[in-house]
T-cell receptor
């Protein structure tokens, strides 16, 4: 039962362009959504989050958009930098603290 | 404080042996989580503690798995009678207050041979 789905295993983007990572979910009870970034040999690092009562949250180069009716969220990175190359996990929880993660999308930013 | 610390970083064990992992969370964090991650997948929730109380356990946590956080500080995860399917990265994370985001350790990679 995969409640959080990231259907693109990988994404390749040119430096300076926009990266868009997508995520779909099935559980309408989720009320908080998060993105984590993971470099090799490190644990995931929190990047940005959004509450279900909002449709957009921005932090510097990172913006998360939430479309509740479509049960879809996306992470936009602009401009993309080579240091952004990592695996990005979409995650969600129901306000408790059990967080469900997607399988991740590996982002390659080419210089 | 240098963040969430896990020990050991790597563990190779023979099938049927017991293993124990340790996690030291960020000192002021009252919540502690264990996750398991296999290749190509995201972290899967195993269990979480608020202080010393284990508040939720996943169905993934079979009776061979046990976790403790005796004094509300560090935690241990024990796997008894290990099986090859237990081979994975075991991640610990911690958080505090009302924050739903967590800080992860570097993980313990378990290989069962």
């Amino acid at each position: 039962d995969q409640q959080v789905k990231q259907n693109s295993p990988s994404l390749s983007v040119q430096e300076g362009r926009i990266s868009i990572l997508n995520c779909d979910y099935t559980n309408s009870m989720f009320d908080y959504f998060l993105w984590y970034k993971k470099y090799p040999a490190e644990g995931p690092t929190f990047l940005i989050s959004i509450s279900s009562i909002k449709d957009k949250n921005e932090d510097g180069r990172f913006t998360v958009f939430l479309n509740k009716s479509a049960k879809h969220l996306s992470l936009h990175i602009v401009p993309s930098q080579p240091g952004d190359s990592a695996v990005y996990f979409c995650a969600a929880n129901t306000g408790g603290f059990k967080t469900i993660f997607g399988a991740g999308t590996r982002l390659f930013v080419k210089a | 404080d240098t963040g969430v610390s896990q020990d050991p970083r790597h563990k190779i064990t023979k099938r049927g042996q017991n293993v124990t992992f340790r996690c030291d969370p960020i000192s002021e964090h009252n919540r502690l989580y264990w996750y398991r991650q296999t290749l190509g997948q995201g972290p899967e929730f195993l269990t979480y503690f608020q202080n010393e109380a284990q508040l939720e356990k996943s169905r993934l946590l079979s009776d061979r798995f046990s976790a403790e956080r005796p004094k509300g500080s560090f935690s241990t995860l024990e796997i008894q009678r290990t099986e090859q399917g237990d081979s994975a990265m075991y991640l610990c994370a911690s958080s505090s207050g009302t924050a739903t985001e967590a800080f992860f350790g570097q993980g313990t990679r378990l290989t069962v041979v």
